[in-house]
């Protein structure tokens, strides 16, 4: 059978205290809401339904990107309500799943689970709590089936000790669920239409009960307060270093280490602490990135090493560079093979060529720059004239003497040497030497002035 997803995602979040709705603060950074989405998918969804409510056109323009149909629930009256609100949006005759924008951790095999051999049936994901409070209690049978739902404020004292609880995510044929919702009332102290009351009125109708569970808790559980947000982004992101260390990536620290994306990170790499990782970032086998690095969409090579307070943006390092530390690789930039930069070097938009280096506070941008050349320090590539940008190309063999300025646009011959201290505005041809300063002057009984009393 084909399946339809409906997020629910229209719950105000009071208690994160933020303008920001609550589906859209991040774990990993990435929506809650994204993060339920993205599960969606990879369970092969016929079609996602979210249902929106509190900060609706923030959610929707955020996640324009969602291949999903949008319907506004404009009053929160419970759960049942705002599935009720998927009714004229969604496929009837698929099996409909109801997930939480809020419950960003909910893996794809444990859906899968709970989908297998549910036609015909309705399936619940449970989980056994040892402190179950303000949750909805299983009810079961003597024959272990269950008969319904019971949420903690509607609860005896003896229902109040049953330790398995509901975690709101259920599937059911489209037609049976809207048949069952069609049938619940308000009656409760909440004054809601609770979801919960079709698993009762399911029983009576003699439809098969199927429950399923997670091998964690951590994956049901919901965001309501940023204390809840800290504590998930921390498992989040533990489970994926223990992926890593698996895999043959050594970690200074597991618990100091932030995936943001999707790292595909090779055996023999080794990763200091307090390192953040965004977007999709390859680094090859054999590559040490030090403390406090930032790397985003980035491809790093093997052998690598980057060195301590760098950040790295869609850049490309090639195999056996050296980076930093200090340093900072802007968009567009590419080493190639055994390029080495420098403390305090900021290079952008730039080809860097095969074993050339810029080892000291110097900055490249829109350069082409050619083998084996020495960028000496304070050197810089002046490639704006506060209108546009300007390229400068540098060939093979180039030594660049400390505090030159190459003014682009302007290109420089291969074998060429600038001297210190050079201001280059003309381009150059091979295996010339290049000098431009003032002439020294030494001036004799030269009086230093002296502070006025």
Same mark, same amino acid.
């Given at each position: 059978?084909?399946?339809?997803?409906?997020?629910?995602?229209?719950?105000?979040?009071?208690?994160?205290?933020?303008?920001?709705?609550?589906?859209?603060? &991040?774990?990993?950074?990435?929506?809650?809401?994204?993060?339920?989405?993205?599960?969606?998918?990879?369970?092969?969804?016929?079609?996602?339904?979210?249902?929106?409510?509190?900060?609706?056109?923030?959610?929707?323009?955020?996640?324009?990107?969602?291949?999903?149909?949008?319907?506004?629930?404009?009053?929160?009256?419970?759960?049942?309500?705002?599935?009720?609100?998927?009714?004229?949006?969604?496929?009837?005759?698929?099996?409909?799943?109801?997930?939480?924008?809020?419950?960003?951790?909910? &893996?794809?095999?444990?859906?899968?689970?709970?989908?297998?051999?549910?036609?015909?049936?309705?399936?619940?994901?449970? #989980?056994?709590?040892?402190?179950?409070?303000?949750?909805?209690?299983?009810?079961?049978?003597?024959?272990?089936?269950?008969?319904?739902?019971?949420?903690?404020?509607?609860?005896?004292?003896?229902?109040?000790?049953?330790?398995? #609880?509901?975690?709101?995510?259920?599937?059911?044929?489209?037609?049976?669920?809207?048949?069952?919702?069609?049938?619940?009332?308000?009656?409760?102290?909440?004054?809601?239409?609770?979801?919960?009351?079709?698993?009762?009125?399911?029983?009576?109708?003699?439809?098969?009960?199927?429950?399923?569970?997670?091998?964690?808790?951590?994956?049901?559980?919901?965001?309501?307060?940023?204390?809840?947000?800290?504590?998930?982004?921390?498992?989040?992101?533990?489970?994926?270093?223990?992926?890593?260390?698996?895999?043959?990536?050594?970690?200074?620290?597991?618990?100091?280490?932030?995936?943001?994306?999707?790292?595909?990170?090779?055996?023999?790499?080794?990763?200091?602490?307090?390192?953040?990782?965004?977007?999709?970032?390859?680094?090859?086998?054999?590559?040490?990135?030090?403390?406090?690095?930032?790397?985003?969409?980035?491809?790093?090579?093997?052998?690598?090493?980057?060195?301590?307070?760098?950040?790295?943006?869609?850049?490309? #390092?090639?195999?056996?560079?050296?980076?930093?530390?200090?340093?900072?690789?802007?968009?567009?930039?590419?080493?190639?093979?055994?390029?080495?930069?420098?403390?305090?070097?900021?290079?952008?938009?730039?080809?860097?060529?095969?074993?050339?280096?810029?080892?000291?506070?110097?900055?490249?941008?829109?350069?082409?720059?050619?083998?084996? #050349?020495?960028?000496?320090?304070?050197?810089?590539?002046?490639?704006?004239?506060?209108?546009? &940008?300007?390229?400068?190309?540098?060939?093979?063999?180039?030594?660049?003497?400390?505090?030159?300025?190459?003014?682009?646009?302007?290109?420089?011959?291969?074998?060429?040497?600038?001297?210190?201290?050079?201001?280059?505005?003309?381009?150059?041809?091979?295996?010339?030497?290049?000098?431009?300063?003032?002439?020294?002057?030494?001036?004799?009984?030269?009086?230093?002035?002296?502070?006025?009393?």
């Amino acid at each position: 059978m084909s399946l339809s997803v409906v997020i629910l995602a229209a719950g105000k979040g009071t208690r994160m205290k933020s303008s920001t709705p609550k589906v859209l603060h &991040k774990l990993a950074n990435k929506p809650l809401v994204e993060h339920v989405y993205d599960t969606a998918i990879g369970l092969g969804a016929e079609e996602v339904i979210v249902i929106y409510g509190h900060g609706g056109e923030q959610v929707k323009q955020t996640c324009s990107h969602f291949d999903a149909k949008w319907v506004e629930q404009k009053e929160q009256l419970g759960t049942g309500h705002a599935v009720m609100q998927a009714f004229d949006s969604v496929n009837l005759n698929n099996n409909v799943l109801v997930l939480y924008g809020d419950v960003p951790l909910t &893996k794809q095999e444990t859906l899968e689970e709970l989908l297998k051999g549910s036609e015909g049936k309705l399936a619940l994901l449970s #989980v056994n709590l040892d402190e179950p409070f303000g949750y909805g209690r299983i009810l079961r049978n003597d024959k272990g089936q269950v008969t319904g739902i019971v949420e903690q404020k509607d609860a005896t004292e003896e229902q109040q000790n049953i330790q398995e #609880v509901n975690t709101g995510i259920l599937a059911c044929n489209g037609e049976t669920l809207k048949r069952l919702l069609n049938n619940i009332d308000n009656k409760n102290s909440q004054g809601e239409y609770y979801l919960t009351d079709i698993f009762e009125l399911a029983e009576k109708d003699n439809i098969e009960i199927k429950t399923a569970q997670p091998k964690a808790s951590y994956e049901v559980e919901g965001i309501n307060n940023r204390l809840q947000l800290a504590t998930l982004e921390r498992i989040y992101q533990r489970n994926i270093a223990d992926e890593l260390m698996t895999d043959g990536v050594a970690l200074a620290d597991p618990s100091r280490i932030d995936i943001r994306g999707n790292a595909n990170i090779s055996n023999d790499v080794f990763i200091d602490i307090n390192v953040v990782i965004e977007g999709d970032v390859n680094i090859g086998r054999g590559s040490n990135i030090g403390p406090n690095c930032v790397i985003i969409n980035s491809s790093i090579g093997e052998d690598v090493n980057i060195k301590a307070n760098c950040v790295i943006e869609n850049a490309v #390092v090639e195999n056996n560079c050296e980076v930093g530390p200090y340093a900072r690789l802007r968009p567009d930039t590419h080493l190639r093979q055994n390029a080495k930069i420098g403390n305090f070097v900021e290079i952008k938009k730039a080809n860097i060529g095969e074993g050339s280096k810029v080892n000291h506070l110097s900055y490249v941008g829109d350069t082409e720059m050619g083998k084996n #050349v020495n960028v000496g320090a304070g050197t810089i590539t002046c490639n704006y004239d506060g209108a546009n &940008k300007f390229k400068t190309i540098i060939g093979d063999n180039v030594f660049v003497g400390s505090d030159s300025q190459l003014v682009a646009p302007v290109k420089i011959g291969d074998g060429v040497t600038i001297g210190a201290g050079a201001t280059v505005t003309k381009d150059v041809e091979e295996d010339m030497l290049v000098i431009s300063r003032a002439p020294q002057k030494s001036i004799t009984g030269w009086q230093r002035p002296t502070k006025k009393k």
